[in-house]
């Protein structure tokens, strides 16, 4: 006769995995780590990116003028190459102050440079965002009308509010420009001891 054999049950909480964010490790090395990995993903995003955008350029614009065709997709192009230095040079850079100045570094200050990271990143996607709305607008309202003048596509976006695209270019350079100094004073300070 086979008997059933008696389990434990285990509490509910021992199945739970806790993930961590790549922004929540206390150490610098771990911190470097989460920069590089960071750089590498916009890296590949901003390829891909370049990709997709010139097939979008070439599909959408085939009928248009190449004079034409250079005009409405210049805010594509520069779109992922500020894409490409937001994201994979600076946060680069930001890694290896990081990582020269590690042994000076305390734990609150990794915490402080983790959030400024942080803040920096959210500047640094909602840029490229708006950066690429606009490069797709332009490319996709001047490829379905290509006499409608260049002057008039800042009016078509944002719900023709300027205000609305002033606000949000501002906000996301504002979250940019405070990570970044922020970042870059704490470097400065520990650097300075």
Avoid: H
Avoid at 7 to 34: C, G, N, W, Y
Avoid at 71 to 77: G, I
């Amino acid at each position: 006769m086979i008997y059933p054999c008696v389990m434990r049950r285990r509490p509910a909480s021992s199945f739970i995995v806790k993930q961590e964010s790549i922004f929540r490790r206390t150490t610098a090395d771990d911190l470097v780590s989460s920069l590089v990995g960071a750089s590498v993903v916009f890296i590949l995003a901003a390829l891909i990116f370049t990709l997709t955008s010139e097939w979008l350029i070439d599909f959408t614009l085939r009928a248009v003028p190449l004079d034409y065709q250079q005009l409405a997709a210049l805010p594509l192009r520069t779109a992922y190459l500020l894409f490409f230095i937001l994201g994979a040079i600076v946060p680069a850079l930001l890694a290896f102050f990081v990582r020269t100045y590690r042994r000076e570094l305390v734990d609150g200050e990794v915490r402080s440079l983790r959030r400024s990271c942080l803040v920096y990143f959210t500047g640094a996607l909602a840029a490229s965002a708006l950066l690429i709305y606009k490069g797709i607008a332009y490319v996709v309202f001047f490829g379905s009308d290509p006499i409608f003048p260049m002057e008039g596509m800042n009016e078509r976006l944002f719900f023709g509010s300027q205000f609305l695209e002033k606000f949000l270019f501002g906000l996301a350079d504002l979250f940019l420009a405070a990570g970044l100094i922020w970042a870059l004073a704490l470097i400065w300070r520990v650097s300075r001891r």
